[in-house]
């Protein structure tokens, strides 16, 4: 046994199964503890060079070693012996002697593991070919199946070739359709011939190794379940190729009714084409066409209610005597939410009207019709020949959100386990503002406390840490060279690695002295400020430290009540403890001056200090607000950015790392290398200035120019608290707004909509700004008319209907000119939805007037969306839609 533990630790995996061959069954138990030891043992530090070389002999022999079933089904699927690399075949000679119903409960067992479990396949069907067990066929077998095959690519002949010879192809193809989640699995690999599964399964069913009615059951079962579009393309693809007859259509016409009812758009787009050739022969009853026209005309997808409507058209042209059944179903569009459709099913009920003479389906008509627009309404009232009900006038009111009140932050940590508990939770995620400085506050004050109590309830924080390993020199790794603080964690790990020795006082002492050596970009000024406080804490940390912060925040935006923070420098004062230049300066940056009346009592008290630091703030609440540099834009693309003046205030009496926020921004330079790539930052970033926003919109409007222009992802997310924030919205804050309301992707243009709607109801929106800069950069191509409706549909959804009309009345001058003067316009693609949602907000707020340009869009000829909008927009303003 000795020597067996020893081969295994060497990492000899063919002297450990010549070892295991010469031992007895008991002899083999008997080492068991031994191996599950030598496991534990390896499990904590599994990167190792010793356990990289045992695992592969230890999982041999545990699986050898051990007798029941359940045992060794838990030693090979366990998560630390996923990476041993121990080839199948080894393991099935090794149980190979085992007997046959020993081999199935094995094989079954390890087929109810979840996928995640990587047991490899081969294994598990090597075991059923041992054991002669029915071939399991759960979720981890099928999709090792499927993975197998599609993957062999190395292998001679096509998916088909490999997949005929199977002997339990029915049983595994048929649970292909009771599988989740594995519409990616087969659309790999692609196409639709031989190699492809569709094109293999199709081939298969026409060859009659497959039965044909089963396989097209098992296609509409699995449509029927319901599933994401990617889940169910290639199953509506198998379902295609499998070229249905005229007797297999009918014969399903429940399920095609339910599909085109309830499935995804392409599902149900096909499901609606096998329908209209029953509906149109009159094979489809009536009543069945109206209960599925009231389940298609009330989902969104307009290629789909049109389809729908077309063919409600053809059916009533037929058969004059279903429109007393289908007119109802038609006036169900009549309360969908795009107005070219209620349009159409108007025109549809126009059409065939004179076709009813029941008096109970004309009343239901007229109730249908109240739910038109009001361009259409008076239409359908003078085609029934029904007086539109005069609802008693109100004046409208607009719905804004509550406008969002800052948190006041709680006070700092009583206990070395809180701070702990604090600082674990801001590790684990991106903390917020409030989460981030209260774990700060908490490490320096427990740190001047209690240096080794705090470290002893950091231990479990600091296990988990990178740098935390005796194998890796992390002194090295916060050289300044190598190191910088980008984001709340980094500045975390270097405070936690300082207080546990893993930084160089030279490193410390080095920043502190001389500031970032990082290349400068765009961010550079934020960057610099938010870091050199961090690093100038983490050099008190190791020779002065400080009893608290004083910049620690009062509220969640970063702001700074000018009376405690004349309370924390009397503290220091009275405990005779020198200042930090950076936490002092973080602190003027943060107070609150925009209450004067609150700035000059707190000067007062402060100038009475008889500190330095006492006279240097009595200074700074007595001078005039934030001020604010000159601001210019530039073209630089197709972006609309800006470039700011130098603001001396912040160029006198702070720290070096500090000034920067004080100098020129410029659209130009070396700007393309950049390592600030977390989005959570920017909310540190405005909480270094609460009142100077601008500042900082500044600074990050290229960041927020890419999510339309470049199509990138999340740095939106600043947005609502750029909204929250203080100072003054100006031209930066509206046009990082602007950029937002047309990202590519729909969470940044959501974060952006709450943006709009929080300046909107803080009174701080400039929507003659705002649009008109819209106006520019969708002309310039930085933002897609099609996103902007999109955004501006859902702000409008919420009740701010007047709030976006006056923000589209700005933008869509700009657009309606280039077409009237240049017959077309490239941001036509989109203009029609946004003209709709102009057209909607209109209508509900009561807005009146002119729109330059939109009189001679209205008078185009034909009926695109562009047209028919401008002419709803027109009615809609005209003084005619008040009467």
């Known amino acids: 046994m000795s020597s067996l533990m020893e081969a295994v630790r060497a990492g000899h995996t063919a002297t450990v199964v010549d070892l295991l061959d010469e031992m007895t069954d008991a002899e083999r138990r008997s080492v068991v503890p031994e191996l599950k030891a030598l496991r534990k043992e390896l499990r904590a530090a599994p990167w190792e060079a010793d356990a990289r070389r045992a695992y592969s002999p230890l999982f041999v022999a545990g699986v050898a070693c051990q007798t029941g079933a359940a045992a060794v089904a838990a030693w090979i699927a366990a998560a630390d012996m996923r990476w041993s690399q121990t080839s199948p075949t080894l393991l099935l000679r090794l149980l190979g002697d085992r ?5 199935a409960d094995l094989t079954h067992r390890l087929a109810q593991r979840p996928a995640t479990s990587g047991v490899p396949y081969e294994l598990m069907a090597g075991l059923v070919w041992l054991s002669g067990c029915p071939v399991p066929v759960t979720d981890a077998y099928v999709r090792g199946w499927i993975s197998h095959l599609s993957w062999a690519m190395q292998r001679k002949g096509t998916l088909l070739d490999r997949l005929r010879p199977d002997p339990y192809l029915p049983q595994l193809v048929a649970a292909l359709f009771e599988t989740n989640d594995v519409g990616g699995l087969l659309e790999w690999p692609r ?5 492809s599964w569709t094109g293999a399964l199709v081939r298969l069913t026409a060859e009659g190794v497959l039965d044909r009615k089963v396989m097209v059951d098992a296609c509409v079962a699995r449509l029927l379940r319901g599933g994401t579009t990617t889940e169910h393309r290639v199953f509506l693809r ?3 190729l499998l070229e249905l007859t005229r007797g297999e259509e009918r014969e399903r016409t429940a399920d095609w009714l339910a599909l085109a009812s309830d499935a995804v758009s392409p599902v149900a787009s096909y499901a609606q084409s096998l329908l209209a050739a029953p509906a149109l022969d009159g094979e489809l009853a009536p009543r069945q066409l ?11 997808e307009k290629k789909l209610v049109r389809a729908q409507l077309v063919l409600l058209g053809k059916v009533l042209t037929r058969d004059a005597g279903t429109a007393e059944e289908l007119l109802p179903a038609v006036a169900q569009a009549f309360g969908h939410e795009d107005s070219d459709v209620q349009e159409r099913a108007l025109k549809l009920v126009e059409r065939h009207l004179k076709k009813v003479e029941n008096t109970d389906v004309l009343a239901q008509l007229a109730a249908e019709s109240e739910q038109l627009i009001p361009g259409l309404r008076g239409r359908a009232a003078q085609l029934l020949g029904t007086v539109p009900e005069q609802a008693p006038a109100v004046a409208y009111e607009e719905v804004l959100p509550p406008v969002p009140v800052p948190t006041r932050l709680a006070p700092a940590p009583v206990s070395a386990a809180e701070v702990a508990e604090e600082v674990g939770a801001a590790m684990a995620s991106e903390s917020g503002v409030a989460e981030f400085e209260r774990a700060l506050d908490g490490l320096v004050r427990h740190a001047y406390r209690d240096r080794e109590a705090l470290l002893e309830a950091l231990r479990p924080v600091l296990a988990r840490r990178w740098w935390n390993s005796a194998d890796y020199d992390s002194e090295s790794r916060f050289d300044g060279a190598d190191f910088a603080v980008s984001d709340a964690q980094d500045g975390l790990d270097l405070l936690l690695a300082t207080l546990r020795g893993r930084v160089r006082l030279k490193t410390l002492h080095a920043f502190v002295q001389h500031g970032s050596t990082a290349r400068e970009c765009g961010h550079s000024g934020l960057a610099r400020a938010f870091a050199a406080r961090l690093w100038e ?3 008190r940390l190791q020779t002065d430290p400080l009893p608290f912060l004083l910049s620690a925040p009062t509220w969640s935006t970063g702001l700074l009540e000018p009376d405690e923070l004349v309370d924390r420098l009397d503290e220091y004062r009275r405990l005779g403890v020198r200042v930090s ?13 925009a209450d004067r009346t609150a700035a000059a009592r707190a000067a007062k008290r402060a100038a009475t200090l008889g500190t330095a630091e006492g006279t240097r703030l009595a200074h700074w609440l007595s001078a005039a607000g934030p001020g604010m540099p000159t601001v210019r834009r530039r073209i630089f693309g197709s972006r609309i950015l800006l470039e700011c003046g130098e603001l001396l205030e912040l160029q006198q009496d702070f720290p070096a790392e500090y000034r920067p926020l004080g100098r020129p921004v410029s659209v130009y330079g070396d700007r393309w290398y950049c390592y600030h790539w977390s989005d959570a930052v920017r909310q540190h970033w405005l909480a270094l200035l609460p009142e100077r926003r601008e500042l900082v919109a500044a600074r990050i409007l290229r960041d927020l120019s890419a999510v339309a222009v470049d199509d990138s992802r999340g740095a939106a997310a600043v947005l609502p608290q750029l909204a929250e924030s203080g100072g003054e919205a100006g031209e930066a804050v509206h046009l990082c707004l602007a950029y937002g309301l047309g990202a590519r992707h729909p969470e940044d243009r959501l974060a952006a909509v709450d943006a709009l709607l929080t300046l909107a109801a803080r009174g701080q929106l400039d929507t003659a700004r705002l649009g008109a800069d819209l106006g520019q950069l969708v002309r310039r191509g930085a933002v897609k008319p099609l996103r902007l409706a999109e955004s501006a549909k859902a702000a409008a959804a919420t009740g701010a209907n007047a709030t976006i009309w006056e923000m589209l009345r700005h933008t869509l001058p700009a657009l309606l000119a280039e077409l ?4 077309t316009a490239a941001s036509a693609r989109g203009l029609g939805e946004l003209l709709a949602v102009a057209a909607e907000c209109a209508e509900r707020s009561g807005a009146r007037g002119e729109i330059p340009h939109l009189a001679q869009t209205a008078d185009r ?3 695109s969306r562009v047209v028919t909008q401008a002419r709803r927009l027109r009615s809609a303003l005209s003084p005619e839609a008040a009467a």
């Open 99 to 103: 007997s046959q119903e020993w081999l």
């Open 290 to 300: 109206a209960e599925m026209s009231a389940a298609v005309l009330f989902r969104t």
């Open 238 to 240: 198998l379902l295609k």
């Open 191 to 195: 196409g639709e011939g031989p190699d």
């Open 581 to 593: 230049p950076a936490d002092f300066a973080q602190a003027l940056l943060r107070v609150r001056r």
């Open 537 to 539: 804490v983490a050099y």
């Open 861 to 863: 000829r034909g009926s």
């Open 820 to 823: 009237a003067i240049n017959g």
